[in-house]
Nanobody, 123 residues
Framework: QLQLVESGGGLVQPGGSLRLSCTAS????????IGWFRQAPGKEREEVSC????????NFAESVKGRFTISRDHYKDTVWLQMDRLKPEDTAVYYC????????????????WGQGTQVTVSS
């Protein structure tokens, strides 16, 4: 059964950068579309970005377009979320998530969630 592990969160000043990583244990995430979601205190969880299984399709929330990039490496079996020009409103717990079925192109149907990593943007 697929299990996802996020890393790379932390405290950063406004305008700074962080790179989140998502890896898998017990299985491989290379067969799945992978999304990054976030949830801030008192707010609903929202999709930040999604990358298709093949890596050719990438989607971003309007609030992060031009600042965040998503990428994957099938050999390293890792998905990254590069976050640049961070803002205080990016503060949230960030979750890596895998589509419920293999070889999909979107993150509309999530089957597996990671445990989350905290990102705090503050001076």
């Amino acid at each position: 059964q697929l299990q996802l592990v996020e890393s790379g969160g932390g405290l950063v000043q406004p305008g700074g950068s962080l790179r989140l990583s998502c890896t898998a244990s017990r299985s491989a995430l290379r067969y799945y579309a992978i999304g990054w979601f976030r949830q801030a205190p008192g707010k609903e969880r929202e999709e930040v970005s999604c990358i298709s299984q093949g890596g050719g399709t990438k989607n971003f929330a309007e609030s992060v377009k031009g600042r965040f990039t998503i990428s994957r490496d099938h050999y390293k079996d890792t998905v990254w979320l590069q976050m640049d020009r961070l803002k205080p409103e990016d503060t949230a717990v960030y979750y890596c998530a895998a589509a419920s079925k293999v070889y999909t192109n979107d993150c509309n149907d999530i089957g597996t969630w990671g445990q989350g990593t905290q990102v705090t943007v503050s001076s």
